[in-house]
């Protein structure tokens, strides 16, 4: 298995801009999680799905972030507009029924 | 609020010597804690995990303690190495089966040659 698979692994993009980051989780995965990672705060959960259901947001900064997952094998989070706060490396993790958590490489967001 | 802590942010220990990481939680209820390792530009990488009806448990080369009495878990890693020097986090599943992990703030280990 390819493990976790996330691009792009870089983006740079000008506030305002619209970003969109994309996940494929590995095959049979029940739970899709996007985290974001800072220096100031750590890891963060943003939002996670159960077989492609949203089940938690909580986390999810502000209405300018929304996360969707169309099928099991696809997820994005998509920024509009972006903000400079914004930057940050922003990991998707996939698990089977709450076990064996596997994280992608994640994508590294600057926002000029 | 549910946090998981850790108890130093730095760790330096020299080649050979075992390293033992140490990390605090609050939600008693927590039932499952995982233990990741992330290298620089990496994103982080399983190593161990433990389920709340167990106090211990061995892998290759690292062992996961659990003290559900004080909310304490630790990674004990035997003969350093290198390639262990990273930023290690625990993480706690506050809910059985609901996925959601909470990460503490992680600890560096700085393996000294």
């Known amino acids: 298995d390819a493990g976790v698979i996330q691009s792009p692994r870089h983006e740079v993009t000008e506030m305002g801009q619209e970003v969109t980051l994309r996940c494929k989780p590995i095959?049979?995965?029940?739970?899709l999680f996007w985290y974001r990672q800072t220096m100031m705060r750590g890891l963060e959960l943003l939002i996670y799905?159960?077989?492609?259901?949203?089940?938690?947001d909580s986390g999810m900064p502000e209405d300018r972030f929304s996360a969707k997952m169309p099928n099991a094998s696809f997820s994005t989070l998509k920024i509009q507009p972006s903000e400079p706060r914004d930057s940050a490396v922003y990991f998707c993790?996939?698990?089977?029924?709450?076990?064996?958590?596997?994280f992608g490489s994640g994508t590294r967001l600057t926002v000029v | 609020g549910e946090s998981v802590g850790l108890h130093l942010p730095t760790l330096s220990v020299q080649e050979g010597d075992n390293s033992i990481i140490n990390c605090a939680y609050s939600?008693?209820?927590?039932?499952?804690f995982i233990w990741y390792k992330q290298e620089s530009g990496k994103g982080p990488q399983f190593i161990i995990d433990?389920?709340?009806?167990?106090d211990k448990r061995q892998g290759q080369r690292v062992t996961v303690l659990l003290n559900k009495t004080v909310k304490h878990l630790s990674l004990q890693i035997a003969a350093t190495q290198p390639g262990d020097s990273a930023v290690y986090f625990c993480?706690?599943?506050?809910?059985?089966?609901?996925?959601?992990?909470?990460f503490g703030q992680g600890t560096t280990l700085q393996v000294k040659p």
């Open positions: 993790a996939s698990s089977s029924q709450g076990n064996g958590y596997t």
């Open positions: 993480a706690e599943n506050t809910a059985s089966n609901t996925g959601k992990l909470i």
């Open positions: 799905f159960n077989n492609n259901v949203p089940i938690d």
């Open positions: 095959s049979g995965h029940d739970y």
């Open positions: 433990i389920r709340s009806n167990m």
């Open positions: 939600n008693s209820a927590s039932d499952y």
